[in-house]
């Protein structure tokens, strides 16, 4: 049975994430299942699982001022920064937007510590969404 693609998260960036919490934890009633910092990308994440765990809510703050999230938050603001599809072949989901003519801010996937490989799209060519795909290890 093929594998579809599904929604994996949507990451919203922000300038202070205790204040995001307050709201997305405190207020909102989301359980944080964990909190971690992404030296590559220069992020503190939060994560907050949704329904039964198979998708969640990402909320990013910069750790400097020169990354592309920092960037993204001095020009537009606290928001949502992206959404990621989950794919079963990056590879191959990367050569068919290639093929379509898409501009791919990440040509070659860049596979994390924990096996799972991510790439971006550029909003550009996704209707105005900057867009990741991820495609996780079979372990996970």
Not at 43 to 51: D, E, I
């Amino acid at each position: 049975m093929a594998q579809y693609p599904r929604l994996n998260h949507l990451a919203i960036a922000v300038t202070d994430l205790d204040a995001a919490l307050t709201f997305y934890r405190d207020a909102l009633g989301l359980h944080v299942e964990r909190v971690e910092h992404v030296e590559r990308e220069a992020v503190t994440v939060a994560f907050l699982p949704l329904g039964n765990g198979e998708s969640e809510i990402e909320i990013l703050q910069p750790t400097r001022d020169d990354t592309g999230v920092a960037k993204w938050l001095a020009k537009r603001g606290p928001g949502m920064h992206h959404l990621c599809i989950q794919v079963s072949d990056i590879e191959t989901t990367l050569a068919r937007l290639a093929a379509h003519g898409a501009e791919l801010i990440t040509p070659q996937a860049v596979q994390r510590p924990d096996g799972t490989r991510y790439a971006f799209i550029h909003p550009r060519s996704a209707f105005g969404v900057l867009v990741e795909l991820y495609e996780l290890p079979p372990s996970l």
